[in-house]
């Protein structure tokens, strides 16, 4: 009888070990590091670009902008998140702040979904997309609403071809309407406030005669300098007449492709964070094929900038000086000094810096260049 239980016995040990493998651990709760969401508008759609941050007391733990569907990615979070806070801000939406625990809580299949509305914009715009000649409704052809250089709101027409925009703010808009085997169609529009604007669009096949020219293909391949090797999720765009027509991420052979492109002269940019980034332009003739191989170099990013801010009278460390770290024109960093009257900001790329402070209603300001691996105290 023995021998049945020693023959048995290793095939339960599996047995346990295949069931503890199928558990579902798209997100696990008990992970207090790493938090995955995803961030929709009020119509239920994917907001591509919104920058989502936790932080604490000046302190940012992981900053991440989502991708085309939205997803974004927290990591490196402490593992007492009371005091930890997350934003999202998007230039087309009221930015959102909230404690990282409430954020947790708000699970929709598995994953953090946080909600982006502007109900302070009453502006509605309805779109109808038919096939040209025919009137058909077009079903599933994404509608695209852009502000300048900036992505607004993305949707796709229903089963009668309409794409419906609520909520949107006075201003000067376009609007992009793309499906496979049509033409692309652009269009301008000036939003008045709290307005409603209606248009229909006819697509036209991309078998259409008058459509003989428009089957040109750009392929571009971005390649790390140093090693050769190609790089992932480069964010290339395909510019014409000053409007953004495209934008793919490189995929993992660090290629990208347009297809089915019209004669004229293109523009391409291409970007990475930590990156050095780039951009050309190239002239596409009737039904032309275009390969180019672009090389970017990776930017040191270990760089360290120590600030000590002491009284000028007693010169005895001043403790929540307010230190803001900037970039240009933008504020990368806003922080206090501790009790040493020091901050220490790490993981500085290569580039040039400014510093501002202030201490007793006066603000002062310097600026400094910070090379690969420098380590500099000011």
């Not at 095939?11 to 590091?33: K, Q, R, T, W, Y």
């Not at 989502?52 to 997803?71: L, W």
């Not at 990282?100 to 708000?106: A, E, G, M, N, R």
């Not at 500085?348 to 105290?377: A, P, R, W």
Request: hydrophobic share 35%; aromatic share 10%.
């Amino acid at each position: 009888m023995k021998s049945y239980y020693r023959l048995f016995l290793p095939f339960l040990f599996l047995l346990f070990f295949v069931m503890i493998g199928c558990e579902d651990n798209s997100l696990d709760p008990a992970d207090e590091n790493v938090v995955s969401g995803i961030v929709k508008d009020d119509q239920g759609m994917s907001v591509e670009e919104a920058v989502v941050t936790a932080y604490a007391q000046g302190v940012v733990y992981h900053k991440d902008t989502t991708n085309e569907n939205g997803e974004f990615v927290l990591k490196g979070l402490p593992p007492s998140p009371e005091k930890v806070r997350v934003s999202v801000v998007h230039p087309s939406f009221s930015a959102i702040d909230e404690e990282l625990l409430k954020v947790k809580q708000q699970i929709v299949e598995n994953k953090v979904q946080l909600r982006l509305n502007n109900d302070s914009c009453c502006g509605r715009i309805v779109i109808k997309v038919n096939k040209s000649g025919t009137n058909t409704p077009i079903h599933g052809a994404e509608v695209r609403l852009n502000k300048g250089h900036d992505k607004y709101k993305k949707i796709y027409t229903n089963a009668d071809g309409f794409a419906i925009f609520d909520h949107v703010c006075e201003g000067q808009y376009w609007v992009r309407i793309a499906k496979e085997g049509y033409q692309v169609i652009e269009e301008d529009m000036q939003m008045p406030d709290c307005d409603t604007l209606e248009y229909t669009f006819n697509m036209l096949s991309k078998n259409n005669q008058n459509d003989s020219c428009c089957h040109g293909i750009f392929a571009i391949t971005i390649k790390d300098s140093a090693s050769n090797q190609p790089i992932s999720n480069v964010v290339v765009k395909l510019w014409l007449n000053g409007k953004v027509l495209d934008d793919y991420k490189t995929d993992a052979s660090g290629k990208v492709v347009f297809r089915e492109l019209c004669e004229g002269q293109y523009g391409i940019s291409y970007t990475k964070e930590n990156f050095t980034s780039g951009e050309m332009s190239f002239n596409l003739t009737c039904n032309d094929s275009i390969g180019v191989v672009k090389y970017i170099k990776e930017i040191c990013c270990n760089g360290i900038a120590i600030v000590s801010i002491k009284d000028s009278t007693t010169h005895q460390p001043v403790k929540d000086a307010i230190i803001k770290l900037w970039k240009g024109n933008k504020v990368i960093k806003e922080v206090k000094t501790d009790n040493t009257g020091r901050f220490m900001f790490r993981e500085l790329c290569e580039g040039n810096y400014s510093v501002s402070y202030g201490f007793q209603n006066k603000m002062f300001e310097f600026g400094f260049t910070i090379h690969c691996n420098d380590t500099l105290e000011f």
